[in-house]
């Protein structure tokens, strides 16, 4: 049997296994990645290979950094938290040395309840990085579009997120389009409900900024679990 490689990103990010070191079968049950890397946060998060992700969510808490993100073998990469005295309205994740990679400011005067992402711990117009919103009023099921900062239009979103938060079942799609970004799936166990936990996981293609799918991800769980039931 093929020894298992890892590779290791740049910047020092976390080593993943690489598929195609357990031989063309197993790497062809891969989708094919996409030709040129697509990176919003930075191309330090982007893979050559498929990265699986695990989010923690700890519940009935008020503490600051209730959301964290593993790898599969449970090395923190990510963490979430609340700006004290505005915990609704704003985060910040973090990479796991603790540095902010990414704030997130929620537009509360909006229709659509739109969040914007900015670079670090800034929350001007020249750091933004890109803004979510809702694609419609009333949603039976999530739908979300996605709109980096160039695209000043928004004619056509550059990402579209769809699926079902409830059931944890929801794929990232690259524009208006059915080619596969990410997906998200729930992960059943045991020790999850007892520990108070709610535990998904991720699939970031080949290729795709993980950290940028990681913020997603992020609004997603906020405008699902927005707890004043106004949209």
Known sequence: MAETSYGGGAGGAPAFPNPAAYGAAAAAAYPPPVVNPLAVVGPQFCAPYPVDLVIVRK???????????TDVNGNIMFRVKGKLFSLRDRRILLDAAGNPLLTFQQKILTAHRRWKV???????DKNLLFSVKKSSLIQFKTKLDVFLASNTKEDVCDFKIEGSWFERSCTVYAGDSSTIVAQMHKKHSVQSVVLG??????????????????????????INEDRDGED
Do not use: C, M, Q
């Open 118 to 124: 900015f670079r670090g711990d800034a929350s001007d």
């Open 197 to 222: 936990k709610d535990t998904f996981a991720v699939t970031v293609y080949p290729n795709v900024d993980y950290a940028f799918i990681v913020a997603l991800v992020v609004i997603l769980e906020e």
């Open 59 to 69: 519940l009935l808490t008020l503490s600051e950094g209730n959301f964290g993100v």
